[in-house]
């Protein structure tokens, strides 16, 4: 018995936000606030930051994507776009390398890639804690991503949250960030194949300094993901510093929204497919 054509092309975008090292789910409060009538949302909570549960012992970046796929998991998102920033830029990469059937679209958000040995990045960083204490080293840490353009209060958030990071928690995710820097991100980017667009507002120099991306377009992150992603699409973010999200939550939003009626043209075309190979097979 034939059964009946296919009903109900209108399948949601879902989206998956992924923080940065640091940093809070809530950090992407003003851009999903932009989305509810668009999008099935999700949000990360990785073990060891604000409001999720504590972190035992050493993590890599590989697990955070795996975290990240449990909460897809939960949520009941079989296929979903990641919008990563900093950090989460680096997870969105290894997710889309590592469950490419599972991820649809990858938006990474003002993300670098600093090849380093981690165990040095981890002494050094201890080095700034035990040398300016965790506050001030928070104070430090956030004045060096360009925050300029934000209100005290949003800036006074970010310091907040840096200092009550433990700091253990801090040196963990450091140390992933680095070792994957260094052993996995060549090896990563290959393997994309999702639909990719770099939101950039800044770079990293050789010295990790960081710049305005539109007077320093080069960097190791930029210059690697368009050289071995040449379908990615590119946004230099003029006057803007490292949290795009917060600065312009319109811009992430609408890249969502853009996303979103992709998404819904292509599972339509899809469904006009299916629909007209289910009438021929009955006519048959």
């Not at 700034?128 to 001030?136: D, F, K, W, Y």
């Not at 973010?237 to 811009?251: A, D, I, K, S």
């Not at 939003?253 to 289910?278: P, R, S």
Request: aromatic share 8%.
């Amino acid at each position: 018995m034939c059964s009946s054509p296919i009903s109900n092309p209108a399948v949601p975008l879902n989206v998956i936000f992924v923080h940065g090292w640091a940093c809070s789910w809530r950090d992407w409060s003003g851009v999903i606030s932009c989305l509810f009538d668009y999008v099935q949302i999700g949000v990360v909570k990785f073990p060891g930051s604000p409001d999720a549960g504590p972190l035992e012992g050493a993590i890599s970046l590989s697990e955070c994507a795996a975290h990240v796929i449990a909460q897809a998991d939960e949520l009941g998102f079989e296929r979903f776009a990641v919008v990563g920033h900093s950090m989460g830029a680096r997870i969105a990469v290894e997710l889309a390398a590592h469950w490419c059937d599972r991820i649809s679209h990858l938006l990474v958000v003002d993300g670098s890639h600093v090849p380093e040995d981690p165990d040095e990045a981890v002494a050094r960083l201890a080095g700034q804690l035990a040398q300016l204490g965790q506050r001030g080293w928070a104070e430090a840490a956030v004045e060096t991503m360009m925050v300029d353009n934000l209100d005290p209060d949003q800036t006074r958030d970010l310091v907040n949250r840096a200092a009550q990071y433990p700091a253990d928690v801090l040196m963990a995710y450091y140390y992933a960030m680095a070792a994957w820097d260094r052993d996995h991100f060549d090896a990563a980017v290959e393997q994309v194949t999702c639909p990719v667009t770099i939101m950039q507002s800044t770079s990293l120099d050789e010295n990790e300094v960081r710049h305005l991306v539109t007077s320093h377009p080069s960097s190791r992150w930029l210059d690697a993901l368009g050289a071995r992603l040449p379908q990615a699409v590119i946004m230099l973010v003029p006057n803007t510093g490292h949290f795009v999200m917060l600065e312009q939550p319109q811009l992430v939003a609408d890249w969502v929204k853009d996303t979103a009626h992709v998404f819904q043209d292509d599972h339509l075309k899809e469904f006009k497919q299916l629909n007209y190979q289910h009438l021929r097979e009955k006519r048959k």
